[in-house]
């Protein structure tokens, strides 16, 4: 995945170990897949969340080897509520579109595993707390 302007576009093309029906791709891994997309967007708006909610709407047949387009974006942001949106494209074929809503919190959410975080996450959110 790479940072374009507000949005976040990459690739995946998923294999065997993430199959449903013989040749298709499972839903939850679609939806993993998605999480991660629009998880990614918390980078952009640099405000670390959580998701709260998701729904994917599985809107086209997604196989197994075929690499799908992926695209997200933060569609609003009201308060703690971080809007997200996002696409998984075959080509010109729409396979699945993403809601959620990611829930704004201090990186000291993470503190709780007693593993260390990552030095890198220790600016951030400074602009949205600015
Ligand atoms: C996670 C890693 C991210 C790291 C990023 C790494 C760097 C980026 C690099 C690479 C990107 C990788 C991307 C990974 C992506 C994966 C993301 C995940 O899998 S996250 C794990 C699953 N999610 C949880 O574990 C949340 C568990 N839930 C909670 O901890 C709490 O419920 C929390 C923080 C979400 C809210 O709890 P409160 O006590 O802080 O706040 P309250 O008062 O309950 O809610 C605040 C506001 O949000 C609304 N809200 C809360 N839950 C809602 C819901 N389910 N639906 C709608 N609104 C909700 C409420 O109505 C309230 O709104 P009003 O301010 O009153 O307007």
Same mark, same amino acid.
């Given at each position: 995945?790479?940072?374009?302007?507000?949005? #976040?576009?990459? /690739?995946? /093309?998923?294999?065997?170990?993430?199959?449903?029906?013989?040749?298709? #791709?499972?839903?939850?891994?679609?939806?993993? %897949?998605?999480?991660?997309?629009?998880?990614? #967007?918390? !980078?952009? !708006?640099?405000?670390?969340? %959580?998701?709260?909610?998701? /729904? %994917?709407?599985?809107?086209?047949?997604?196989?197994?080897?075929?690499?799908?387009?992926?695209?997200?974006?933060?569609?609003?942001?009201?308060?703690?509520?971080?809007?997200?949106?996002?696409? !998984?494209?075959?080509?010109?074929?729409?396979?699945?579109?993403?809601?959620?809503?990611?829930?704004? #919190?201090?990186?000291?959410?993470?503190?709780?595993?007693?593993?260390?975080?990552?030095?890198?996450?220790?600016?951030?959110?400074?602009?949205?707390?600015?």
């Amino acid at each position: 995945m790479r940072f374009e302007g507000d949005r #976040v576009r990459g /690739t995946v /093309t998923f294999d065997e170990r993430h199959g449903g029906a013989p040749g298709f #791709v499972h839903g939850g891994a679609l939806a993993a %897949v998605m999480d991660d997309l629009l998880g990614n #967007v918390l !980078i952009i !708006i640099d405000r670390p969340g %959580v998701t709260a909610t998701m /729904t %994917v709407d599985y809107r086209g047949p997604a196989l197994l080897g075929r690499q799908l387009r992926l695209e997200a974006w933060c569609e609003e942001i009201d308060g703690r509520k971080l809007h997200m949106r996002g696409e !998984i494209h075959d080509g010109d074929t729409l396979i699945a579109e993403g809601r959620a809503i990611f829930i704004h #919190v201090d990186v000291s959410h993470w503190e709780a595993s007693g593993h260390p975080l990552p030095a890198s996450w220790q600016d951030w959110g400074a602009t949205a707390n600015a």
